[in-house]
């Protein structure tokens, strides 16, 4: 099984701060990564895909790069409705979830 | 506007069964993989199943083989999981997500809003 393991597991950070998030696969997934928000009490909203393409409606301030091991999800600039939790998650065979960073307003 | 709405949670004894639906609506439901999704209270996500549009394929996670199945009625256009021999440890939201078709079947575009299954003496 694929491992995913994601940095930090939580960050406070300030408005208009640039916010990164690091997920690592435990094997080479090619660019088989999303990556997802979840704001509390509601579902997960899928926010990039293939590791680098922005969904249809997702603000330009989200962003991701990376392939083989390891990727980087952005906020360019953090905005106060970007409070969530956000996942990675690879299929390059079965999906599988990082464990999640939990992103706060300092 | 795509739509998923799931139902069936509720509470259950360890080894007991439950059956969980999902309804879909706005899409062109036999097109697209549909998969279930779940979260125990405060914890991550994990991916629990996936059913092909045809419903001739379907994956589970190691965790449920064997024990959970996934299904679909593409005339009515819903999705099913079949819960049996429950687990504690299965206690968690489950989520019915559709699969992103154009952009892969393992991309999850679309979310309901979740069904609570407890499993508890």
């Known amino acids: 099984d694929i491992q995913m393991t994601q940095s930090p597991s939580s960050l406070s950070a300030s408005v208009g701060d640039r916010v990164t998030i690091t997920c690592q696969a435990s094997?080479?997934?090619?660019?088989?990564l999303n990556w997802y928000q979840q704001k509390p009490g509601k579902a997960p909203k899928l926010l990039i895909y293939?590791?680098?393409n922005l969904e249809t409606g997702v603000p330009s301030r989200f962003s991701g790069s990376g392939s083989g091991t390891d990727f980087t999800f952005t906020i360019s600039s953090l905005q106060p409705e970007d409070i969530a939790t956000y996942y990675c998650?690879?299929?390059?065979?079965?999906?599988?979830f990082g464990p999640g960073t939990k992103v706060d307003i300092k | 506007e795509v739509q998923l709405v799931e139902s069936g949670g509720g509470v259950v004894q360890p080894g007991g069964s439950l059956r969980l639906s999902c309804a879909a609506s706005?899409?062109?439901?036999?097109?697209?993989?549909m998969h279930w999704v779940r979260q125990a209270p405060g914890k991550g996500l994990e991916w629990v199943s996936l059913?092909?549009?045809?419903?001739?394929?379907?994956y589970y996670a190691d965790s449920v083989k064997g024990r959970f199945t996934i299904s679909r009625d593409n005339s009515k256009n819903s999705l099913y999981l079949q819960m049996n021999s429950l687990r504690t440890e299965d206690t968690a939201l489950y989520y019915c997500?559709?699969?992103?078709?154009?952009?892969?079947?393992?991309?999850?575009?679309?979310w309901g809003q979740g069904t609570l299954v407890t499993v508890s003496s």
């Open positions: 293939d590791a680098s």
């Open positions: 706005g899409f062109t439901f036999d097109d697209y993989a």
């Open positions: 094997q080479d997934i090619s660019n088989y």
């Open positions: 997500a559709k699969g992103a078709g154009d952009y892969g079947d393992y991309v999850f575009d679309y």
């Open positions: 998650q690879q299929y390059d065979n079965l999906p599988g």
């Open positions: 059913i092909s549009g045809d419903g001739g394929s379907t």
